[in-house]
């Protein structure tokens, strides 16, 4: 017994081993999702079945593909045989929504260390950019009765939002970038507060966002004469802007901005020191993190066909902020699994495992009191979640990882580094190093930004 032991868990390292379990495991839950009674708990399992192709240990590529069918066929065609297909679609749209603003977020938190707790306005400014326009409100205070605008013209207001909220977000870092910790916490709680409040009172003396009505009658888009009113037409188009943000935001991580990043957490003395500038890269974080929440902004404009500002709460930045702790800041599957779990426990979990107790209540099994149901205990059952994580997972469900780079690489580029140091001593001149500010230039950098601001 002994010896069959690390045999197998030999076996079990293997990538072929492991891919025919993960599809196994896939087509059991996809089949058990199409024809199954308890769907949500198939469509749970299904996504599961992400989680443990992370885990796994096949190449990248495959690993991408194999996420690309799951979520792009078996999931919308196995959940499409039964009673609850929209909604399952819609729940999927709204957690596509939410991970691309955790995203969003995470540049911000958990890369550059930048505590926001107001990020929600941004997603309110993508929201009422497309709203206003894209409804007779605009007529207002525009004359000539041009609006709404069609919806063909979405695919247009989709860069709007995102440059909207992105210049917000540079406008919010230049008063801030002096403060941190607590106060920075403090100062963009407020921005949060200001912009909702605004939207809130807007309606006088010129009627621009309706004031507390909100507006509703909001254009649907349309692709190709195709008007996109149905959650599953939705949900097609946020994975594709999730795909497109999740690579952006990939590639920025490793990026020389991301590196910048992550210097600027860890030590911000150190890094001015080192040649980074801290206020533009304050301002990039700020900008790339807003404008992912303004352009999912746009989307749920066009999705909800209606908005008001009490969608655009402070609870609302708490909520994704919680995701990102929960995955894990400055972690992309992490951030992803954490705003997953908690849209399912929101959208989701919450107000079925509450249907379930009022029907036990009903029919006189348990006797739950109303005030104690899941779904009014939202708050509360967060809070245990987090200080359970707090103990015994305190960097997140997936904590982010140091990149690792091949010793053969570095070694070609370090003897390369050396070559060309020896040429330029020989030449008189300093050695170029890729990436490389002085100390100086970079106290005459910070010194320019100082003074501009």
């Not at 352009?295 to 749920?300: A, C, D, H, R, T």
């Amino acid at each position: 017994m002994k010896d069959r032991m690390p045999r197998l868990r030999a076996r079990l390292r293997q990538p072929r081993t492991q891919a025919m379990l993960l599809a196994a495991y896939t087509a059991l839950s996809a089949a058990g999702l199409a024809f199954g009674g308890l769907s949500i708990l198939w469509f749970l399992l299904l996504l599961v079945s992400l989680l443990l192709l992370y885990y796994s240990d096949l190449p990248r590529m495959v690993k991408w593909v194999w996420a690309g069918v799951v979520v792009a066929v078996l999931l919308p065609v196995c959940a499409s045989n039964g009673s609850s297909y929209e909604s399952f679609m819609e729940v999927a749209t709204q957690m596509g929504i939410f991970v691309a603003m955790a995203l969003g977020l995470n540049v911000v938190v958990g890369f550059a260390g930048l505590l926001d707790l107001g990020f929600i306005a941004f997603f309110a400014l993508g929201a009422y950019t497309y709203a206003i326009f894209f409804s007779d409100q605009a007529n207002h205070f525009i004359a000539g009765h041009h609006f709404p605008l069609s919806g063909d013209l979405f695919w247009l207001c989709l860069p709007v939002g995102l440059f909207v909220a992105a210049l917000f977000g540079v406008l919010l870092g230049l008063p801030v970038l002096r403060v941190k910790g607590d106060y920075l916490a403090i100062v963009t709680l407020g921005f949060g507060e200001i912009i909702r409040i605004i939207f809130n009172n807007l309606d006088k003396p010129v009627n621009i966002t309706n004031g507390a009505i909100g507006i509703s009658s909001v254009q649907a888009p349309r692709f190709f004469g195709i008007s996109l009113s149905f959650p599953h037409q939705f949900y097609y188009l946020v994975l594709v802007l999730l795909a497109i943000v999740l690579y952006a935001v990939q590639r920025l991580e490793h990026s020389r901005v991301g590196r910048a990043w992550k210097a600027v957490r860890e030590d911000e003395i150190a890094a001015q020191a080192m040649g980074v500038p801290l206020v533009r890269t304050k301002l990039v974080a700020f900008a790339v993190g807003a404008s992912f929440s303004g352009l999912m902004g746009v989307v749920f404009a066009a999705k909800q066909a209606f908005i008001d500002p009490t969608s655009f709460t402070m609870l609302e930045s708490i909520t994704i902020l919680v995701m990102v702790i929960l995955g894990g800041m400055g972690s992309l599957p992490g951030v992803v699994v954490g705003a997953c779990l908690v849209t399912l426990l929101n959208i989701q979990l919450m107000p079925e495992l509450t249907n379930w107790l009022n029907t036990l209540t009903t029919a006189g099994v348990i006797n739950f009191p109303s005030a104690l149901s899941p779904s009014k205990m939202q708050r509360l059952i967060f809070g245990i979640i987090l200080i359970l994580f707090a103990v015994f997972r305190p960097q997140g469900m997936i904590p982010a990882k140091t990149r690792r780079y091949d010793d053969a690489v570095l070694s070609r580029l370090a003897a390369e580094w050396r070559e060309t140091a020896g040429g330029a001593r020989r030449d008189g001149a300093h050695p170029a190093v890729p990436g490389y500010t002085s100390g100086h230039a970079a106290g005459q950098e910070g010194a320019k930004e100082g003074a501009s601001l």
